[in-house]
């Protein structure tokens, strides 16, 4: 097998530590993030003239995935269940033999920080801690193709916040653990809904999704709707 190793530029910082609750695809979500890059490629030279595109393309590795000893031709995406099978290429599926993602995300801005360039950035689908390894500007005339086919934007689901979830995601928003836009972030999160494909017709089974520094719990109830029921702080 033909093998080719590729330096680490960087890498992404963003509140979802996990897995678990990672958008399936960038830009359902607006969530807030930043690539911090690592010398030599840190140099704000490498990224004179990036401020005039809105969006990029990220190479990203799927860091949290184990190695896989043999090539597995097929996966089940949870658009179609997580039950039926559909070749690897043809999907956008986390176990590929390159463990390789690619994701457009808004550009938000430039910041040099001791003269080292970190990016701002919006919508990726990608965890805390992930390896980057290239960064290209998203061009309209020729990325934005008309007429292109594919499958649908996935339907989100209702979500509710119980009244004592409220309560201390308001003490999490005073007490500095969270911020307030943090709220409406942890719901659009929750609306993707995150649980396996398998698991998504159970009533009523408690799920935990961490955000930054806490555990949010929910559930679905007999009406198909997410309930956003706790809200638990991480000990320091």
């Keep these: ?36 890059f690592v010398a030599p490629f840190d140099t704000p030279d490498a990224f004179a003239g990036i ?3 809105s969006h990029l393309w990220v190479l990203w590795q799927f860091h949290h995935n184990k190695s896989q000893a043999n090539f597995r031709p097929q996966v089940r995406p949870p658009r179609l269940g997580g039950n039926d099978k559909i070749g690897v290429f043809a999907t956008r599926s986390m176990y590929r033999p390159s463990q390789l993602g690619l994701s457009v995300v808004a550009l938000d801005k430039v910041e040099m920080v001791d003269n080292q360039t970190i990016l701002h950035i919006t919508g990726a689908d ?15 005339f020729v990325d934005n193709v008309s007429g ?35 709220m409406q972030m942890i719901s659009d999160l929750i609306a993707q809904d995150p649980r396996p494909a398998y698991r ?37």
């Design 1 to 36: 097998m033909n093998t080719h190793t590729l330096p680490i530029i960087g890498y992404h910082h963003s509140p979802l530590t996990q897995k678990f609750g990672i958008p399936r695809q960038p830009n359902l979500v607006a969530i807030k993030s930043h690539i911090r």
């Design 51 to 53: 401020e005039q595109y």
């Design 148 to 182: 292109a086919v594919g499958v649908d934007r996935p339907v989100t689901k209702t979500v509710i916040i119980s009244e004592p979830a409220k309560a201390k995601l308001a003490d999490c928003v005073s007490d500095g653990v969270l911020q307030p836009q943090d």
């Design 126 to 140: 990608m965890a805390d801690g992930t390896p980057i390894f290239d960064i290209k500007p998203y061009l309209p």
């Design 200 to 236: 998504q017709t159970e009533t009523d089974s408690v799920f935990v999704m961490r955000y930054g520094a806490v555990d949010v719990e929910f559930y679905m109830d007999e009406r198909g709707v997410l309930v956003l029921c706790g809200v638990r702080p991480l000990k320091p």
